[in-house]
């Protein structure tokens, strides 16, 4: 069997010799992971890196027999964000996200669009860190645990417990930024915080500990930059 289609690498494990196992986002909102035979060698690994969005094809000779895939670099073109370690710290974190949330044979219609989206403006644009964060949100949405901050503009608080958002400031309620989206000049240290640990409350009481992972190191240590420049 053999399909071509457009991807992103989000995870890459070299094994034996100069082979590569690897994770592939398709255009087509499912993961598709195989080997690259040769995927570590000189000739062939500056193609085969995580963050790569590639044009790839992948053979499956069996059910039985691993896919194999071959590939060329497409646009985005993002081998200037390998110079810049703000961007390759947030682009790490993105791809580890990924790597929790999405799982082989499972399909997430429009995820796929909305990556391409976020690591072209992450690439592209100087002031990306709320394009990062509506993103955060929407994965959050995209796993089944949306929390609507735009309908719930006039709701000051949210509180960590039940998840929702009030106007009554309870135990567990923090004030919720609505404006850190609207306007770049609140983005601070203070609303950032906030913003990281809303969507780690979600995604690691609702999702994390379902399949007993922990927040990916990555994720950890973009935060830990991010909040670092803005104090």
Known sequence: MQNKLKGL??????????????????????????????????????????????????????????????????????????????????????????????????????????????????????????????????LLKFIGYQIDYNINFNKKYFNLSDQEFTNFRGKNCIEFPHNFFQNYSYVNYSNLQIIFNVFENIFSKNHLENINYKMPDSFADFKKITLEKLK
């Open 9 to 138: 690498i989000f995870y890459t494990k070299n094994i034996k010799d100069n082979d590569l196992y690897m994770k592939v986002l398709s255009s087509n909102d499912y993961v598709n992971s195989g080997i690259v035979y040769g995927g570590n060698s000189s000739k062939k690994k500056s193609i085969y890196q995580k963050g790569y969005f590639i044009d790839f094809i992948y053979r499956k000779k069996n059910e039985n027999s691993p896919s194999v895939f071959t590939a060329e670099i497409c646009r985005p073109y993002i081998g200037n964000m390998y110079e810049d370690k703000f961007k390759l710290n947030a682009l790490a974190s993105v791809l580890s996200l990924i790597n929790i949330s999405i799982f082989e044979g499972q399909q997430i219609k429009g995820f796929y669009s909305a990556v391409f989206d976020l690591i072209s403006k992450i690439n592209n644009k100087d002031k990306w860190i709320i394009f990062y964060c509506e993103w955060l949100f929407d």
